[in-house]
């Protein structure tokens, strides 16, 4: 096993002080900040979440954490790049590489972890139907911003999708969860894919690869402390104004309930909660393309 889990994304904004109180009201909590650089933290154990350089706008790359020392050693041979201390909150050893669209990739081993921070109350206790599991406490959830308890995913744009999909699977041990067709199966346009972690298991998607005109992203996503999390972290950030994107809803690949809000400089960021878990023995799917499998429930994708 080559990677842990994604840890962290690197952005540019031009106005910090803007994108601090964004990030801020959608969930992450301050960690670091000089004039130049933000970084933000998670609830969860993650040295940080999040950081962005003062500058034009630009989504930069990603950071993951590397499984063993073997693991970083073999990644730096295969990225041509030695292994030194990483300068970023949590220290330890990392090798920067880059994919072929551009992005930077940073695969991080021995960082010291955060302790996690308590996100104001357990998940929550419901009473269904048929299971009454709160008797005689009223439900109220506290009014605030959403609890992100760590960088669950991203969507990466690119105009090679098959290959991108196949580098990623050579080069950092992932694997195809599911794969969107156009007209036969061979026809590839997008991946979920996940992280092979043998019979461990993992997220249903890590990075999802979707065919564009020009390389991007669509969004990173953050998985949220519960259901009534999304829902408040909604109602905080509509009460502030910004601008809404997508949801609430459940997603068709990968299950989870979703709602996405659009930062200051126009990237989409998602919360989630309830996704899918696969591992090795998980077969890999590969459906056609179709409005039916944007979603289970929920407002239509914006512009379909
Ligand atoms: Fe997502």
Redesign the pocket.
């Known amino acids: 096993m080559l990677i842990d889990d994604i840890e962290y994304v690197i952005f540019r904004h031009p106005d910090l002080a803007q994108i601090r109180e964004f990030m801020i009201s959608y969930g992450l909590l301050d960690l670091e900040q000089t004039a130049d650089q933000l970084y933000l933290r998670s609830y969860g154990d993650a040295p940080f979440s999040y950081v962005t350089t003062k500058g034009d706008a630009a989504f930069l790359g990603m950071g993951f954490r590397v499984a063993s020392r073997e693991a970083l050693d073999l990644l730096s041979a295969r990225f041509n790049c030695p292994v030194s201390e990483s300068p970023r909150p949590g220290g330890g050893l990392y090798v920067v590489g880059s994919d072929p669209d551009g992005r930077r990739l940073e695969f991080v081993f021995g960082a010291k972890r955060l302790a996690p921070m308590p996100s104001n109350g357990f998940p929550i206790a419901w009473n269904d139907a048929h299971g009454k599991n709160r008797l005689g406490k009223f439900q109220r959830p506290a009014y605030g911003s959403s609890h992100i308890q760590r960088l669950g ?1 991203v ?1 990466l744009f690119t105009p090679a999708p098959q290959e991108r999909i196949a580098w990623y699977c050579e080069t950092l041990g992932m694997k195809p969860s599911e794969l969107i067709h156009k007209d036969s199966e061979s026809d590839v346009l997008a991946s979920f894919m996940h992280l092979d972690k043998g019979a461990a298991w993992t997220d249903h ?1 890590t990075l ?1 690869i979707v065919g564009a005109a020009a390389p991007g992203i669509d ?1 990173i ?1 953050f998985e949220c402390r519960d259901f009534d999390d999304i829902g408040m972290g909604y109602q905080v950030m509509s009460d502030k104004g910004y601008q809404h994107r997508w949801g609430i809803g459940r ?1 068709f690949y ?1 299950s ?1 309930v ?1 709602d996405y809000w659009t930062d200051p400089a126009g990237f989409h960021v ?1 919360h ?1 909660v309830d996704g899918d878990l696969v591992n090795s023995d998980t077969p890999t799917l590969n459906r056609p393309f179709g409005r039916e499998t944007l979603l289970q429930w929920g407002p239509a994708f914006p512009g379909l």
């Open positions: 995913h969507a998607h999802a969004h996503s997603h990968g989870q979703f998602e989630f």
